[in-house]
């Protein structure tokens, strides 16, 4: 299963737009598609997670039940224009949905791993104020395959 945008290449660089209005952007969320999941994928999750030592795991973006059938998540669609049945839930920002890049300025350049998960379950069962412990705690046992796709912001 392979990830990818159209906004950034692996390791590259996220553009201005995608980054929260505090970094100079308009926390447009970034455009995803993915091909290859494998036979039995009922459903997706995907996070969005900074893991740079200074922001600790902070979550930009949860989302589950994307459909068996949905192959990317178009740029702006966080909130009204996520795939049908799809659930984003809270990010560490404190509100549902993406929340792009802001990291401290001079913290250096910090990674934003988006990781793709293929699911052998229609649905999660899962609360949307869940934090990143709880979403991968309820996807055990249920996921079939990862891909993962690094893009890096810094200010």
Same mark, same amino acid.
């Given at each position: 299963?392979?990830?990818?945008?159209?906004?950034?290449?692996?390791?590259?660089?996220?553009?201005? &737009?995608?980054? *929260?209005? /505090?970094?100079?952007?308009?926390?447009?969320?970034?455009?995803?598609?993915?091909?290859?999941? &494998?036979?039995?994928?009922?459903?997706?999750?995907?996070?969005?997670?900074?893991?740079?030592?200074? @922001?600790?795991?902070?979550?930009?973006?949860?989302?589950?039940?994307?459909?068996?059938?949905?192959? =990317?998540?178009?740029?702006?669609? =966080?909130?009204?224009? *996520?795939?049908?049945?799809?659930?984003?839930?809270?990010?560490?920002?404190?509100?549902?949905?993406?929340? /792009?890049?802001?990291?401290?300025?001079?913290?250096?350049?910090?990674?934003?791993?988006?990781?793709?998960?293929?699911? =052998?379950?229609?649905?999660?069962?899962?609360?949307?104020?869940?934090?990143?412990? @709880?979403?991968?705690?309820?996807?055990?046992?249920?996921?079939? @395959?990862?891909?993962?796709?690094?893009?890096?912001?810094?200010?």
């Amino acid at each position: 299963m392979q990830i990818t945008s159209s906004a950034f290449a692996e390791g590259g660089k996220i553009p201005l &737009p995608y980054v *929260m209005p /505090g970094a100079g952007g308009q926390n447009i969320s970034v455009p995803l598609s993915w091909s290859g999941a &494998p036979a039995g994928t009922r459903s997706f999750a995907m996070a969005m997670v900074d893991p740079h030592p200074v @922001a600790n795991n902070w979550v930009h973006w949860l989302v589950v039940d994307l459909p068996q059938d949905s192959t =990317s998540i178009p740029e702006g669609a =966080s909130g009204p224009k *996520m795939p049908p049945g799809a659930t984003e839930l809270k990010n560490s920002f404190g509100a549902p949905g993406y929340g /792009g890049p802001q990291p401290p300025r001079g913290s250096g350049d910090h990674p934003y791993v988006f990781t793709l998960y293929a699911l =052998s379950t229609p649905q999660v069962e899962i609360g949307r104020s869940a934090g990143l412990a @709880a979403f991968k705690k309820a996807l055990e046992g249920k996921t079939l @395959a990862t891909a993962s796709l690094t893009g890096y912001f810094g200010r």
